[in-house]
T-cell receptor, first 113, second 111 residues
Framework: QQQVKQSPQSLIVQKGGISIINCAYENTAFDYFPWYQQFPGKGPALLIAIRPDVSEKKEGRFTISFNKSAKQFSLHIMDSQPGDSATYFCAASKGQGAQKLVFGQGTRLTINP | DAGITQSPRYKITETGRQVTLMCHQTWSHSYMFWYRQDLGHGLRLIYYSAAADITDKGEVPDGYVVSRSKTENFPLTLESATRSQTSVYFC??????????FGQGTRLTVV
């Protein structure tokens, strides 16, 4: 049972471009939606998170857009840099925190110089 | 060192053997989690703990056992390892309304 579906599985973007990764969820009880960034050989690291009371959250070059009615949320990386090359995971949970996160399948992002 | 530490980082074991993966956190977070990461599946929750002596199953608990006698430690035991348990295992911790912080992972190979 895949409660969080993530797309695309892989993405190649030119340096300076915009990277967009999408996620859709099924459980309307979810109320916490984080994005994690993972480099090879490392654990996932929290990048940015949003709660459903806002439609957008921006931190530096990273923005989460949230559409509650469509049950979708997406990560936008502006001015993508080679150092952004990593695997990105969306996730969702209920209880306003990180208890029992349900993860998407991951997106391998490559930024070409 | 502050943070969350997993050991060992790499482990090779034989089918049928018992193996324990260790996890230690220094933040005194109430919640701790074990996830496994496999290609095409993202991260899947094995077990979690809301406090010392309180544990509960996640999405894929079969073949695993956990305990939490102290807040800072959350070991994961594979009672009789199988090849399907070859994976990368991540421990994480969080407060009840906070973000989860992950360890560096343990790469386990069952031969």
């Amino acid at each position: 049972q895949q409660q969080v579906k993530q797309s695309p599985q892989s993405l190649i973007v030119q340096k300076g471009g915009i990277s967009i990764i999408n996620c859709a969820y099924e459980n309307t009880a979810f109320d916490y939606f984080p994005w994690y960034q993972q480099f090879p050989g490392k654990g996932p690291a929290l990048l940015i998170a949003i709660r459903p009371d806002v439609s957008e959250k921006k931190e530096g070059r990273f923005t989460i857009s949230f559409n509650k009615s469509a049950k979708q949320f997406s990560l936008h990386i502006m001015d993508s840099q080679p150092g952004d090359s990593a695997t990105y995971f969306c996730a969702a949970s209920k209880g306003q925190g990180a208890q029992k996160l349900v993860f998407g399948q991951g997106t391998r992002l490559t930024i070409n110089p | 060192d502050a943070g969350i530490t997993q050991s060992p980082r790499y482990k090779i074991t034989e089918t049928g053997r018992q193996v324990t993966l260790m996890c230690h956190q220094t933040w005194s977070h109430s919640y701790m989690f074990w996830y496994r990461q496999d290609l095409g599946h993202g991260l899947r929750l094995i077990y979690y703990s809301a406090a010392a002596d309180i544990t509960d199953k996640g999405e894929v608990p079969d073949g695993y056992v956990v305990s939490r006698s102290k807040t800072e430690n959350f070991p994961l035991t594979l009672e009789s390892a199988t090849r399907s348990q070859t994976s990368v295992y991540f421990c994480a911790s969080s407060e009840s309304t906070g973000s989860a912080f992950f360890g560096q992972g343990t790469r386990l190979t069952v031969v």
